[in-house]
């Protein structure tokens, strides 16, 4: 991929050679078929479209010094998926299939997967669709699991420099009992106008509170949250947010750095007293926030001001990326060499 400029690559879609499909009719699981067409041809009244009967993952694949590609905690996208499957009504993908169908596409894009010294990864996209026709809100009877990569660099421009963040009580992403907690299409929907009225005041994201009674931190539209205070690690426990793999991974990784690790609601009040704060997740790895302001309440909460990262956060990355890329054993058995 000599046109490439692995190493100044957006957080969005390119073209690669093929993709990964796999039917369910009848009320089983076909076999994995392979396509090279981008296109999807499907019923005008399949439920994905009316109803929003669709989930998605997010997970990366890594090259290392040694040329060798890490795909990052397959199998728990992989749960996660079917949990999400199971929320909405949607059939779910056996664990095994998922990770043969991971292993599949990277295999077949391989020359997509960024150099390590680019600092890129391959992201990888599965998602399922609800496909047979119905016109009453009921599920569909017919699914379709897809996965496709491409090579992506950070998500938000500022990549590992910390960004500004801002809440606004006026929106919610998800219900307090709703579908907060799986990654379901419906969620980011809910999530646009928020999440663009933030970007044109010159926002990274939306920093949510707890919908219910908005005395809580909850999560930030595309990650989750976490702050340092002292030597504690601090993350939100609710049932509006969903659970990052990348936040459960840090939980670990904070713990053998000698953290204290809490995970429980955060209320508000709480932020004025942390030392570092960030957002984490797949695509955002950890993006450190230099500035939660309360747009409602005209309050700011200043984390940096240099543009510095918190060593605590820095810490954090340089762990997570070392496993991730192989330039550190992977004592917690997270990366599955694809060979
Ligand atoms: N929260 C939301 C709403 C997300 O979309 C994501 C991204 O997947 C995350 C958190 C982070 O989850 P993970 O670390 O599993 O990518
Ligand atoms: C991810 O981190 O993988 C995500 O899915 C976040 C965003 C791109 C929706």
Not at 193 to 208: F, I, P, R, S, T
Request: aromatic letters at 10%; one cysteine or more; hydrophobic letters at 35%.
């Amino acid at each position: 991929m000599e046109n490439l400029n692995w190493s100044a690559l957006p957080f969005g879609y390119i073209k690669t050679d093929y993709n990964v499909r796999c039917y369910y009719r009848n009320g089983q699981w076909g076999e994995l078929e392979v396509s090279s067409s981008e296109i999807l041809n499907i019923h005008m009244a399949a439920t994905c479209l009316h109803y929003g009967q669709e989930s998605f993952e997010g997970l990366k694949a890594f090259k290392g010094k040694d040329g060798k590609i890490r795909v990052f905690r397959m199998d728990e996208n992989a749960k996660r998926l079917q949990s999400s499957c199971g929320g909405i009504k949607m059939a779910e993908l056996p664990v095994d299939r998922f990770e043969e169908a991971v292993r599949k596409v990277i295999r077949l894009n391989e020359r997509f997967v960024p150099p390590y010294e680019s600092g890129s990864a391959l992201y990888i996209r599965p998602l399922v669709l609800g496909l047979g026709a119905q016109v009453g809100v009921k599920p569909a009877d017919e699914y379709l699991f897809l996965i496709f990569v491409t090579p992506v660099g950070p998500y938000f421009k500022t990549g590992f420099k910390p960004s500004k963040v801002c809440i606004m009580r006026a929106y919610d992403r998800a219900a307090p009992h709703g579908t907060g907690t799986y990654k379901v299409g419906g969620n980011y929907a809910a999530s646009l106008v928020a999440g663009e009225k933030a970007k044109e005041h010159g926002y990274a994201a939306v920093l949510y509170l707890d919908p219910k009674e908005k005395k809580y931190v909850d999560e930030c539209g595309p990650a989750n949250f976490f702050g340092i205070r002292g030597k504690t690690y601090i993350t939100p426990a609710s049932t509006s947010i969903l659970p990052s793999i990348t936040n459960k991974s840090l939980i670990q990784l904070a713990e053998t750095i000698g953290l204290t690790v809490e995970r429980r609601p955060v209320p508000y009040e709480e932020l004025a007293t942390l030392d570092e704060a960030a957002e984490c997740g797949t695509a955002a790895v950890i993006a450190p926030i230099s500035q939660i302001d309360d747009l409602d309440e005209n309050k700011s909460f200043v984390y940096s001001k240099d543009g510095q990262v918190g060593p605590i956060c820095n810490q954090l990355y340089t762990k997570l990326r070392a496993i991730q890329y192989g330039d550190e054993p992977d004592p917690f058995g997270w990366v599955t060499i694809i060979d």
